[in-house]
């Protein structure tokens, strides 16, 4: 193994364990301001000076449908930095082309793909939501970048699985 390669393994696996902890955090904090504008919603809003005036005020209902939807995006999030963290893990012990390195991916993809149709729906409420007085600009929607990982993970996961179905044949004739 490479020195450059084996160096790399102990910074993934330390920042895959610090993205889940501010995953998790993230979303407790969007689930914090959330209740905070359903259960003290006036509270809140002076709090956040916002008086009665502000633009801001009708597009709440679909600010707190987006807000909604990315706490979805937690736990779907928290399965991808798992199961990375899991290849990782693979990896580090010098055996990653296993059919469970290959489901893992192949789980990833399909929840990126989840992700992916989560920003459509999140980038349509802040595309309806936003009027000339309040531009929701929100970094969601349509993402070739996005489009091309979902993919790129649907073959890997399909290379790992060949790769896996291979060994598992050259051992058998060892």
């Known amino acids: 193994m490479s020195r450059h390669y084996s160096a790399a393994l102990p910074v993934?696996?330390?920042?895959?364990?610090?993205?889940?902890?501010l995953n998790w955090l993230g979303g407790l904090a969007i689930l914090a301001l959330l209740t905070a504008t359903l259960v003290a919603e006036e509270w809140t809003l002076i709090a956040l000076g916002i008086d009665a005036a502000d633009p801001i005020r009708p597009v709440l209902i679909g600010l707190r449908a987006i807000a909604?939807?990315?706490?979805?995006?937690?736990?779907?999030?928290?399965?991808?930095?798992?199961?990375?963290?899991?290849?990782?893990?693979?990896?580090?012990?010098?055996?990653?082309?296993?059919?469970?390195?290959?489901?893992?991916?192949?789980?990833?993809?399909?929840?990126?793909?989840?992700?992916?149709?989560?920003?459509m729906v999140i980038g349509g409420i802040a595309e309806a939501i936003s009027t000339p007085a309040l531009s929701v600009d929100l970094d969601a929607g349509i993402s070739l970048t996005g489009w091309l990982a979902v993919l790129l993970t649907f073959v890997l996961a399909r290379i790992f699985a060949e790769g896996a179905r291979m060994r598992d044949d050259l051992e058998g004739t060892v």
Not at 71 to 99: E, Q, S, Y
């Open 12 to 21: 993934a696996f330390v920042l895959l364990r610090i993205l889940i902890l």
């Open 68 to 119: 909604a939807l990315g706490l979805i995006a937690v736990p779907l999030n928290h399965i991808v930095l798992r199961r990375l963290l899991a290849i990782v893990d693979t990896v580090r012990v010098g055996d990653p082309f296993i059919a469970a390195n290959a489901a893992r991916l192949q789980a990833i993809a399909w929840v990126l793909l989840a992700l992916q149709l989560l920003s």
